[in-house]
């Protein structure tokens, strides 16, 4: 998360009322509800965690056992078994 100089995005007016509450301090203003991002999907990697799961729900499919699957996966036996059982 990158940090914004409130004076220099918001009217001064703004500023100095939010002054009267918090000054010096880091203060988070969260995204409205209908453009909230979920974890992962601007960058890529829920995408990308899904396709492994895939992967690996396709080769426990296909006979592969949840031990082979966790050392070529480097998840432990547990993680496998979720995600085995999730989909």
Known sequence: MKYINASVVLPEELVEKLQEYVQG????IPARKNEYKVWGELSGARKEINKRNDNILNAYLS????EELSESFFLSTYAIRKIIYQK
């Not at 301090?25 to 988070?28: A, D, P, R, S, V």
């Open 25 to 28: 301090e880091n203060l988070y």
């Open 63 to 66: 006979g592969a056992s949840v």
